[in-house]
């Protein structure tokens, strides 16, 4: 067993509703887990590793919910900046067709390490193209190099334009295929044990780049296995909502029930464009949307405000980190 204390930190924050800030505060780890909490004076007093931390201030680390650390690498792309999501999507799909391995874990150590500069200590990820033999595998070996707590999630696109898609045909995979690696995702990295450094979860890209059979399949795979949740886009624009009347006969929201993509082991990405009922779904439901864009923050933020104000819908959560492809506005609310 190994011990760490930190003690003699100007101020402790524990962030538990009700709890006053600490002064002169310390904690006591063991075997990585936080064992005790409090007053410096009030810790054991010896460890394997102690850190003097006067003049500094302790809290928990951010939790980042939403990420496409790959993109870290086309940020400033002309002609991507400022564009609405489809154009967005449309102007880089080439570029990021060209994605290598080297690519995927030099993209993820990059944008982990920005994440980890400025007090972030745990983020997932949604790394849902795989050309030219790429793996999730980059990714994982990236976190564990850095040392940082990682759920990524194995992403997909299987509809391509051809089929009436957004992607390029040459950026999606078949269906067979994508669960095929899920599966082995889940076997190889998957840790469903308490304190886990590396969890998988499961996350076809969006209602306009996957099938429907791939939504509810990937959904019985996850649910096959212990913790691997499911993560997907949902209600980020108006093209989006368009599109999942037109080709679904549903809004978004009401598509991803339909498709059993509600309950505690579902987080959405962006749900920006819902109305009173569907926010009322998602409290009932115990979903959480998390990761905000920051081309709609705005809209997000005052959805947020109307789930906390209402009584019946205080389930409901929200909080995260806009796309890595250009300019980004963190948003970081819990309700």
Not at 42 to 66: E, S, W
Not at 132 to 144: F, S
Not at 190 to 213: E, N, Q, W
């Amino acid at each position: 067993m190994t011990t760490v204390l930190i003690r003699n930190a100007d101020v402790l924050l524990t962030m538990v509703a009700g709890q006053a800030p600490i002064h002169d505060g310390g904690l006591f780890v063991r075997d990585n887990v936080i064992e005790q909490i409090g007053p410096s004076d009030a810790l054991p007093q010896t460890a394997d590793k102690v850190v003097d931390a006067r003049g500094m201030i302790v809290a928990p680390g951010l939790i980042n919910t939403h990420h496409h650390l790959y993109q870290t690498l086309t940020r400033a792309v002309p002609g991507a900046n400022d564009q609405e999501l489809f154009d967005w999507l449309v102007r880089l799909y080439p570029i990021w067709g060209e994605l290598t391995q080297e690519a995927v874990y030099t993209s993820a150590y990059i944008g982990m390490a920005e994440m980890i500069l400025t007090g972030c200590t745990t983020t997932t990820d949604h790394l849902y193209l795989y050309p030219n033999d790429c793996t999730i595998d980059g990714e994982i070996k990236a976190a564990v190099d850095l040392g940082m707590r990682f759920q990524p999630t194995r992403g997909s696109m299987s509809l391509g334009r051809s089929k009436g898609g957004l992607p390029p045909d040459h950026v999606v995979q078949e269906e067979d295929a994508i669960l095929k690696d899920c599966q082995r995702a889940i076997e190889q990295w998957h840790d469903p044990k308490p304190y886990a450094m590396v969890r998988i979860g499961l996350a076809p890209c969006s209602p306009f780049s996957v099938t429907t059979d791939l939504m509810i399949e990937a959904a019985k795979l996850a649910r096959t296995y212990d913790n691997v949740l499911l993560h997907t886009h949902v209600a980020e624009t108006r093209d989006e909502e368009q599109f999942c009347i037109e080709r679904f006969g549903d809004r978004p929201a009401a598509y991803m029930e339909r498709v059993g993509w509600t309950g505690h082991d579902v987080w959405w990405a962006h749900a920006i464009y819902l109305n009173d009922d569907e926010i009322r779904m998602l409290a009932e439901t115990k979903d959480a949307c998390r990761d905000k864009d920051w081309r709609g923050a705005l809209p997000v933020v005052q959805h947020a405000a109307r789930v906390g104000d209402r009584e019946d819908s205080r389930d409901a959560r929200c909080g995260g980190q806009g796309r890595a492809g250009g300019r980004r506005l963190r948003v970081e609310r819990h309700l």
